[in-house]
């Protein structure tokens, strides 16, 4: 699997990452589902892209919850994104569909890796996998609703797809600048789900959904 480097740590290196694997995409009406602080905006600057953030609070353009459908008519948006998005829903299943349902092009999506080493050597030394998982005393104000590998992952996202009229086009695994050596890349590509952070993946609309 192609290997993608983060140029930095944290969400500016990660959008900066996204946005150079795929750069054939980056035109057009785009909604960042899950927008945050609306930094994939600034990562996207060179290209000829009208960007439209939403999230469930300002400062999103468009204050929705994924969980409840997305505002939009059917094909609305030349390109969709939910990076880091799918996994706190309740029902990811529903999710997807509704991302690709407002999509005309293509959707990009990144989805978090919680088999990586890292997480097994913080399981195994009892600590937290994640501030997003575990059994705090308060309900949490937000969670990881779903755990799964990341050829867990990839097959999801194939499976998916197909049944909203897409197809997988392109896929990358996501590591961090510490992994970014000659070292890292190797091991990153002869054993990704050991070693990336984030599967990314570029589905494209090839027929109307069934």
């Known amino acids: 699997m192609r290997v993608v480097v983060m140029p930095s740590k944290g969400e500016a290196g990660k959008f900066s990452a996204v946005s150079a694997a795929f750069p054939q995409v980056w035109h057009g009406q785009l909604l960042d589902i899950g927008c945050r602080s609306g930094k994939l905006k600034q990562a996207l600057a060179e290209h000829p892209i009208h960007y439209v953030g939403l999230d469930v609070q300002c400062p999103a353009a468009v ?9 939009f008519g059917c094909r609305s948006f030349d390109v969709v994104v939910a990076l880091d998005v799918l996994e706190h829903t309740a029902d990811i299943y529903r999710s997807t569909a509704e ?3 407002i999509a005309r092009r293509f ?15 913080r399981f195994l030394r009892g600590e937290p996998i994640s501030e997003k998982y575990g059994l705090p005393p308060e309900p949490p104000a937000d969670r990881h609703h779903w755990h799964f590998t990341l050829r867990e ?8 797809a197909l049944l909203s ?10 590591v961090g600048p510490r992994r970014g050596s000659m070292v890292g890349r190797m091991v990153s590509g002869q054993a990704p789900g050991l070693m990336a952070q984030f599967y990314l993946a570029l589905l494209e609309r090839t027929a109307e959904a069934p």
Do not use: K, W
């Open 165 to 174: 009229g897409f197809a997988l086009r392109d896929e990358a695994c996501v």
């Open 107 to 121: 959707v990009v999506i990144t989805l978090p890796n919680i088999y990586s080493l890292r997480s097994r050597l």
């Open 63 to 71: 204050v929705s919850d994924l969980n409840a459908g997305l505002p």
């Open 153 to 160: 992952a990839q097959h999801f996202l194939v499976q998916r």
């Open 99 to 101: 991302c690709c349902r």
